[in-house]
């Protein structure tokens, strides 16, 4: 004989997991970061918005998609 199974709710099988909210810093703060090369700050000043914060993983983002690009 089969049994009929409850059906499973979303939030008993699922635990919400806790944003993590990054610090965020200006371009002076990250070029004074050690998480970055010379030739990284240097490209870093050049391809950041002025008076604009980012956090580590934006700027890295950023200096990647920059570093990757096509050279013109």
Do not use: H
């Not at 409850?6 to 919400?16: G, H, L, T």
């Not at 004074?32 to 604009?52: H, P």
Request: positive net charge; aromatic residues 6%.
């Amino acid at each position: 004989m089969a049994v009929k199974k409850a059906p499973i709710k979303q939030s008993d099988s699922v635990e919400e997991v806790p944003k993590v909210i990054e610090p965020i810093f200006d371009i002076d703060d990250l070029c004074q970061s050690k998480e970055f090369t010379r030739n990284e700050k240097d490209f870093l000043r050049a391809i950041v918005q002025k008076g604009e914060s980012y956090s580590i993983s934006d700027a890295k983002k950023i200096l990647s998609k920059a570093l990757k690009g096509e050279v013109k």
